[in-house]
C-alpha cells in the first residue's frame, strides 16, 4: 500500500528537497508558505481538496509554478524582484513569502486553476545519461533509433541529439548546439559516445503536451524551474531555441494507447526502436503502467537481430538518486547502467 501524506508534510518535504538540491530561495518560500498552511491562510485555502496524493502529484511545485509564471510574464512584479530569472534578486529574508501571498491574492484564479496542472519540466539536464543509454544501443546494434517518448511534455528531450557531449574521452551529438555538455556531468566512466547512431524517426506523447512554438507554452516550461537556479534556467531557454529549428509533434494521449497504436506492427525494420521516458513513470496510473508493460511485451515478440526493441528510463530509484535502467528485447533481459541525480548531473555509468 502506498504512503499517504498531508499537504503540510508535502510543503515541508520539499523545502527540505529543494534547500537540499541547491535552491535555497525555494527552500525558505516553501517554509514560509508551510506556516501560512498551519495558520489557515491562502495556502491552505488553495491547496487543501485539490489531490489526495500531494506529494506524489508535486502539489507544492505546481503551487510554486504558477507564482514563477506570473513572474515570468510580467503580471506579478513584486514577485520578480525577488526572482533572478526573472531579473531580481533574493537578499535572503522572509519578504519573499509575502510577495509570493500578495501574489496568490491577486490572482486567485490563476492559482486555482494552476495547481491543477501537472508538473511539466522536461528537464534538459537529464538528456546526457539518456544518450549514454543511447550510446550502449548504438556499440551494441549498430542500427538507426527510432525512437519513442513517453510523458514527453514539450519534447525537449526528444531532441537530444540536437545537443552536444563530450564525456573527456569521446564526442557526440552536434558539437556546434546551443546546449552543450561537458566531461563534470559524468562523475564515475561513460560510454563511448561516438558510438551514437542517427535518429531517423522521432515520435513522442504526453497527457497534456506543452506548445513550444508559443511564448505562451515556453514561459510554462520555464516557470517549473527554480528561480535561483539560472544554470538550468539558461540550459532550457538554450534547449528552447534548438526546438525552434527541429520541428516535431508531441501527440496528446494516455501514453499505454498511445505506445500500443505506434507499436502495432511490430519494432521499425533494419531499427533500434526504442521507448524512453525520464522521471515519468511514477506520475502514471496503474492501468496506463499495465498498458505500457503489455505493448512492450507484444511488440517485443516480433523483436530480432535486424529489429531489436529497448525501453530505456530514467526513474527514481532512492530519494537522493534516480537510476538509468534498460530492457531488450527479443528476450526481455532487464541491466541497471547508470546512477544519476534527479537533474542529471553526477552519471556514475555501470
Request: glycine share 10%.
Amino acid at each position: 500500500m502506498a504512503e499517504t501524506f498531508t499537504v503540510a508534510e508535502a510543503l515541508q518535504r520539499q523545502s527540505v528537497s529543494c534547500t537540499a538540491v541547491g535552491s535555497p530561495l525555494y527552500g525558505a518560500l516553501l517554509a514560509g508558505l508551510l506556516d501560512d498552511y498551519r495558520h489557515g491562510g491562502l495556502t491552505s485555502e488553495l491547496l487543501d481538496g485539490v489531490t489526495d496524493q500531494p506529494v506524489h502529484d508535486a502539489l507544492p511545485l505546481r503551487y510554486l509554478a504558477t507564482g514563477h509564471l506570473l513572474a515570468l510574464s510580467g503580471q506579478a512584479a513584486g514577485l520578480a524582484a525577488h526572482y533572478p530569472s526573472c531579473g531580481g534578486h533574493w537578499a535572503g529574508n522572509r519578504r519573499v513569502v509575502d510577495d509570493f501571498l500578495d501574489t496568490v491574492a491577486d490572482h486567485r484564479d490563476e492559482f486555482v486553476a494552476g495547481v491543477r496542472r501537472n508538473v511539466q519540466t522536461n528537464e534538459v539536464g537529464r538528456a546526457p545519461v539518456l544518450a549514454s543509454g543511447f550510446a550502449l544501443l548504438g556499440a551494441r546494434h549498430g542500427l538507426p533509433f527510432d525512437q519513442l517518448e513517453i510523458g514527453s511534455s514539450a519534447g525537449l528531450l526528444s531532441r537530444w541529439d540536437h545537443f552536444g557531449y563530450e564525456t573527456g574521452t569521446t564526442r557526440g551529438g552536434d558539437a556546434n548546439a546551443a546546449v552543450q555538455f561537458a566531461p563534470e556531468w559524468w562523475a564515475g566512466g561513460a560510454p563511448d559516445l561516438g558510438q551514437l547512431q542517427p535518429v531517423q524517426r522521432r515520435r513522442a506523447c504526453d497527457i497534456s503536451p506543452i506548445d513550444v512554438t508559443t511564448e505562451a507554452g515556453r514561459q510554462t516550461m520555464l516557470s517549473f524551474v527554480w528561480p535561483d537556479q539560472l544554470t538550468r534556467v539558461e540550459r532550457l531557454r538554450a534547449a528552447l531555441a534548438v526546438a525552434e529549428h527541429v520541428p516535431m509533434n508531441v501527440d496528446r494521449a494516455d501514453a499505454a494507447e498511445w505506445l500500443t497504436a505506434q507499436l502495432a506492427a511490430g519494432p521499425a525494420p533494419g531499427a533500434t526502436t526504442v521507448l524512453f521516458h525520464s522521471i515519468v513513470w511514477q506520475y502514471l496510473p496503474r492501468p496506463t503502467k499495465d498498458g505500457v508493460r503489455a505493448a512492450l511485451a507484444a511488440a517485443g515478440e516480433s523483436a530480432g537481430d535486424t529489429n531489436p526493441l529497448c525501453w530505456l528510463r530514467m526513474e527514481p530509484e532512492t530519494l537522493e538518486q534516480a537510476a538509468l535502467r534498460l530492457t531488450t528485447w527479443p528476450g526481455g533481459s532487464e541491466e541497471k547502467l547508470a546512477e544519476v541525480g534527479y537533474h542529471g548531473a553526477d552519471i556514475n555509468w555501470l
